[in-house]
């Protein structure tokens, strides 16, 4: 349903002189930097600033959620044409939407688009709900997989600097360049998502990169696998959560993705599963502390690890469905907090995730308030 975003093709090209020294093993690669974003991170989370239909706003970098989309309410606001569903999509949409949280607008195709001084062409957003922004009035966009896949994108808030490239030559090359001290580990596909694995007190645990979820947390479920025993005294606070806020995590957002039409059922599905307890508005927002031994993840290891665990839905599976799997496979939510303390480079070309550790704790869930 979404098509790809790409840079303007004067800015791509002008890009291509912009390679990094490759040495002389590496004399065949050629990765070419796109475009330089100086993101800002605002309560945990990571912003570009840029302009949409003329109007200064902020974008949210998001690199596990497979669409870039706008709230209904700010599209009004902007002035954004909303272009209706067709009626195919409509009926599916309607038909078979289970998420009644969340209403359908439809898609906006913006024409003009800037992203922290780069032009920006085919931005097709999905239009949903009645919320009106991401966390603040200007931060009324998420950028979504949609647009990031089709680089290989580095992270090193440390600089203050998430740069695009366009690798030629690199299959087999190291692209940690910035350093000797690097870990790397291969990504796999999942549904929409790109998991990575790790080890949980020496358990395998599916891992995924969130850039729109704040602190990195642990599926429910999988903490029940783990024997992770939940205490009076890690019972954290509920974060506020205002009337006219989207929230960006990816749970949150996943309540939404049926409604915008990212997943649909194929020709053979007859029926859906049904998430619980995720219905009509009411579902629940509480976290509470795990702490485990150790947290690994390739040959770097956090301990002791203390990860938010958070309700996650489970999906009780009817005759012939197969959705919802592709949502919630994964285990461990790596979020922001993450990013924080490392340096990373995201190789959709070549499916790996480069890392290394930059200073300071690299999960910070401790950090919100709880009863102890």
Known sequence: MFARILLSANLAAAALGAALP????????????????HPVVDNNQILIPGTLNGHKVSFLFDTSFPASIIPAAAARRLGIDVQNLNNLETALLTGW??????????????????????????????????????GSPDTVAVLGTDFWRQYDVEIDLKSNEINLYHPDGCATTNLAYWTNAYNVVDMEKRGWQMMVKAKLNGHEVAALLDTGTRFSNLTERAAGELGAAKDEKS??????????????????????????????????????????????????????????????????????????????????????????????????????????????????????????????????????????
């Open 22 to 37: 490759a040495t002389s093993a590496q004399a065949e690669c050629r990765l070419a930097k796109v475009a330089t974003l």
């Open 97 to 134: 939407n289970l998420y009644t949280a969340e209403v359908t607008e439809g898609t906006t195709q913006v024409q003009n688009v800037d992203l922290d001084g780069h032009t920006v062409r085919m931005t097709l957003f999905g239009v949903f709900g009645t919320r009106d922004n991401f």
């Open 235 to 372: 019972i954290l606070q509920n974060e506020p959560r205002m009337a006219e806020v989207q929230p960006t995590d990816l749970l949150s957002l996943t309540k939404i993705s049926y409604g915008i039409g990212i997943a649909q059922p194929g020709p053979d599905v007859g029926s859906f599963g049904v998430y619980q307890p995720v219905k009509n508005n009411d579902y629940r927002t509480g976290y509470w502390l795990a702490k485990f031994n150790n947290f690994t993840l390739d040959e770097e290891t956090i301990a002791p690890a203390r990860l938010r665990v958070v309700p996650t839905p489970r999906l009780t599976n009817e005759v012939g469905s197969r959705l919802g799997q592709q949502y919630f496979t994964y285990d461990v939510l790596l979020g922001v907090d993450f990013l924080l303390a490392h340096r990373v480079m995201i190789s959709n070309s070549q499916m790996k995730m480069y890392f290394s550790h930059t200073g300071g704790p690299a999960l910070q869930s401790v950090s919100a308030r709880s009863a102890q």
